[in-house]
């Protein structure tokens, strides 16, 4: 069964930046379009970034402009970096399919806080 594994979170103050990482257990990013979500408590998972087969980037207004999403496909890694984070930012953050593809089983998620 594929995993997925998101690493990169952390405390960081308002103003910082995070690069978070997505490993999976199989050569399965380069398969399918990817996404970064994020969850705050209580609140259904949002999408914030992704990226096509081909490359193709999109990006929620709350991240655009200061978020870049990648995909190293002979790693099978899914990056996310983030700039100029906010409190508003303070999430779990998730990586997965994106639009009509199959749901992988979620990873356990990295826990971003943005404070001071």
């Known amino acids: 069964q594929v995993q997925l594994v998101e690493s990169g979170g952390g405390l960081v103050q308002p103003g910082g930046s995070l690069r978070l990482s997505c490993a999976a257990s199989?050569?399965?990013?380069?398969?399918?379009?990817m996404g970064w979500y994020r969850q705050y408590p209580g609140k259904q998972r949002e999408l914030v970034a992704s990226i096509t087969r081909s490359g193709g980037e999109s990006y929620a207004d709350s991240v655009k402009g200061r978020s870049t999403i990648s995909r190293d496909n002979v790693k099978s890694m899914l990056y996310l970096q983030v700039n100029s984070l906010k409190p508003g930012d303070t999430a779990v953050y998730y990586c997965?399919?994106?639009?009509?593809?199959?749901?992988?089983?979620w990873g356990q998620g990295t826990q971003v806080t943005v404070s001071t």
């Open positions: 997965n399919t994106v639009y009509s593809a199959p749901r992988l089983p």
């Open positions: 199989e050569s399965i990013i380069s398969a399918y379009g």
